[in-house]
């Protein structure tokens, strides 16, 4: 067909895919409200939110490295320093916070910036680049903390995970965690499908050839989609380093998730295409899925097992839909 | 909606295959007579000096250490399995301290550390008995299994003294140890068992499978638990992650409405499984924690109904003494040693909540009375 008609298509098919990943959250959520009402009240959808927003500002973080035609696999281990720097810089000491999260948005860049640098200018195939950096920041916050958890994260830390408004008109509770998610949200909506760089990063993701030869500086944009989902790390990090405490493997797999998160909220994962309402509402479902398998009874390795048929079933289901849509 | 319906069947074929696993690890680890050995050992009253359970003794017999006399000062060395847990450096700290106290009695004393690798404590046994700088090795194993041999090697050149773990060989001079897991299981599940309000449900944390001297414990309050019919809604592993366990907790509240009282194997994320309780607004459980300061903190603090079991890191004193008294000639309890295994109960809680001490200071550490306390163990 024409290059005009896959035009035409183009707008109607994104819409789809995005109520598509809106519709299923809905489907599992309310098949949640029927085995536990309680999720249906506004207590407990705000409890579901506040519990899915670290995984959806990394999924938010990482859709612009996937649509870009990359991958971010370092976010989960920068999620674990981000816990372990936090109680080392703090260290027990509530005035050392505001700095604290100072450097560790500094850290984020830094890894940022070297995760961007050396698939842009070392041209190393981002899957290795952020494979070797999982590996490093996991043993640099294995090294920092000598490998057991120390010490605690202040309270003033903690408030971003923890904190609750209480008494707010229709909700009832207002986690202060939900705000940060919708912050969060709203920028990475505006700086993915609201800006100049943004449809750079659609167009790198797409070609990067011919989006160097229309004049982008595709290593400027791999720099910033890699400094976007550190940060957005960092941000989850704070989270849930102040939802459940110091942990030392508070971020193990949660890169993976993150991704799956995006591909499942219709994100192709060879770049070029995707949303952050499809990623944050892919987000959604997995969080959904896990709360429904709990429900269920299931045991944490079949939450596993579930969770990988869910990412194959996914990418299946996105490959299907593209060759019938064209 | 397509999706949904594709995975239902997928997942649950999974789940048959799933099923079939767990069957593979239980049977060692719930051993009827070990588990009346125990009971047998938390009704006896220990030997040895008042207030100091790192010397005392739960039965056992006097073995004649003689022919190792020798003139002193001794040199001691010590291989350790690691010091990669907040239980480790405790106990690391207090052996240290205990090496101090008897510094007239010890030249030198040399450590170490495997980092919780097998091979590098073979190696590290082998140089040690090589050396020939050591009058006696303390040996605190990895692993069972494969220290054995090295174990066996060392014990026809000097003798040896093994603690916390074991190792399958009688040759070590004496093997050092409290109760054990089955001992924490029986003292944990009854302590639930008799607060429990009637019908009331109970969840059980677990760190993760598979290690023996954890499985001990849940095999032994499970058998408890079974015998007074407790419902016990879940038995869920932590990975000894905070984020983890307070999600877990948070799920089981969503999913029953009310949990009464909450089981742990080890106490590390107590406070996390109190905090799920306290972000849903439920009133805080019964609960079974460890000696870890933040969990006796929150404990006083909240005036919770909990009871603390411990594996007392003041068995890292006991090998330091053994080996002395070897060299001195001087008879020890062997070829295995079982120390008291105490339990933190409302009644002495005040003696062991500590401000001063850092949140992941094991208060049964038995270490008030050693130099440097309490700034060795990051206390202020």
Redesign the interface.
Known sequence: MTLALKDDVHRPALMRRINFAV??FL??YLVIGLL?P??LEPA?IM?FLR?AAPLAILAAGQVFVLVSGGFDLSVGSLVTLTVIGGSMLTANDPSNTGWAIGVLYGIGLAVGLINGAVVAYLRTPSIIATLGALLAINGVAMTWCG??????LPENFRMFG?F?FHDVPLVKIFPLAILVFAVVAALAWWGLHGTVFGRRVFAVGDNPRAAELAGVHVDRVRLGVFVISALAAVTAGIL?GG????????GVGLELQAIAACVVGGVQLMGGRGTVVGAIAGALIMTALF?LL??L??????KD??QG??LI??VA?GAWRRRRTG | ????K??GP??AG??LM?AAAPHAFAQNFDDPKEFAAAQELLKMTPQGPAGKPWEQNLGGKEVDTSKYKKPGPYRICFSNAGV???WR?VGWLDMQAQVDVLKDDIKSFKAADAQGKDDKQISDINAFVQSGDCDALIVSPNTTAALTPAVEAACKKLPVIVFDRGVLTQCPVTFVNPIGGYGWGIQTANFIVSKLPKGGKVLALRILPGVDVLETRWSAANRIFKENGVDVV?A??T?G????????V??YI??Y?KIDAIWMDAGATA??AL?AFE??GQPYPIITGEDQE?FLKKWKEKGLTAMAPTYPTYQWRSPVIAAVRILKGEPVIGPTWKLPQPTITEADLDQYVDDKM???HYAMCGCKDLPGYPQRWGGK
Not at chain 1, 147 to 152: I, K, L, V, W
Not at chain 1, 243 to 250: E, N, P, Q, Y
Not at chain 1, 297 to 302: A, H, K, R, T
Not at chain 2, 241 to 248: E, G, H, R
């Open positions: 519709v299923v489907v599992f536990q309680a999720y407990g409890n519990r490998g057991s958890p120390r010490g605690y923890r609750v849930l939802f459940g405490g110091v942990s030392v493997d508070v709360t709990t429900l009874g299931w045991p944490q390795p079949l097992t579930a048929l869910m079933i996914a289901l | 909606m397509r999706l949904t594709w995975i997928a997942v999974a789940a799933g990669d847990n907040p450096v879940g869920e592993f990975n992650d905070n984020a983890k366990t307070k999600q877990i948070e799920d969503n999913k409405g406070v996390a905090e972000d849903s933040d850092p949140p992941l």
